[in-house]
């Protein structure tokens, strides 16, 4: 089954600095990636999203990035805010001819932006 | 239009013991999900269900069940509560390819 892996588990960055966290992938039939933002004591909420179709796709300050051929995508996070901090989860659906939607999560990178 | 509701917010459960974790939905969502979330780890899917009727076991399906009798109502047992199901559950629907959660519970088994 699908596998995902998620870098750094934390990350400090001055307020205004880029924030980028990485994940690899497992199987290369994983067609959706998602992105989730969690705050403190709060549930998940999805930030961005990307397609197997698209190599990058941008919304104001955060974009991500899809290699499909190294089976990684990127979060980039620029101009960073106080308000950024949270705990931030990739995710990667399972291909297949069975359209379940699951979502194999990885495990989660704290950012913390210090102003 | 709720969303997705999940009740209770928070439980305390003796080890042995068991309970229902509630989640609803209004949207008429076909897809749902069951995750737990573990302190300063990812989500992990204990069940899901495709519709009415439809349920399969996700990554970590020991130690629960669930039934889908309605589109609305996709509720989750613990039966013999142990310590190691201690942890924050979060149910989702998904509306095209997003999964949207629902606000979890928060359960301890002591």
């Known amino acids: 089954g699908e596998n995902v892996e998620q870098h750094p588990s934390t990350l400090s960055v001055q307020e205004g600095d880029s924030a980028v966290i990485k994940c690899t992938y497992s199987?290369?039939?994983?067609?959706?990636f998602p992105w989730y933002k969690q705050e403190l004591g709060k549930r998940p909420q999805l930030i961005i999203d990307i397609r197997s179709n698209v190599g990058e796709k941008k919304d104001q300050r955060i974009a991500v990035t899809l290699n499909k051929t190294a089976k990684h995508f990127s979060l980039h996070i620029t101009e960073t805010q106080p308000e950024d901090s949270a705990v931030y989860f990739c995710a990667a659906r399972e291909g297949g001819s069975s359209n379940t939607g699951k979502l194999i999560f990885g495990q989660g990178t704290t950012l913390q932006v210090k102003p | 239009n709720a969303g997705v509701t999940q009740t209770p917010k928070f439980r305390i459960l003796k080890i042995g013991q068991s309970m229902t974790l509630q989640c609803a939905q209004d949207?008429?969502?076909?897809?749902m999900y069951w995750y737990r979330q573990d302190p300063g780890m990812g989500l992990k899917l204990i069940y899901y269900?495709?519709?009415?009727?439809?349920?399969d076991k996700g990554e970590v399906p020991n130690g629960y069940n669930v039934s889908r009798s309605t589109t609305e109502d996709f509720p989750l047992r613990l039966e013999l509560a142990a310590p190691s199901q201690t942890s924050v559950y979060f149910c989702a629907t998904l509306s095209t390819d997003t999964q949207y959660f629902g606000p979890g519970t928060r359960l301890t088994v002591l």
């Open positions: 199987d290369s039939a994983s067609n959706y």
């Open positions: 949207m008429n969502h076909n897809y």
């Open positions: 269900s495709v519709g009415a009727g439809i349920t």
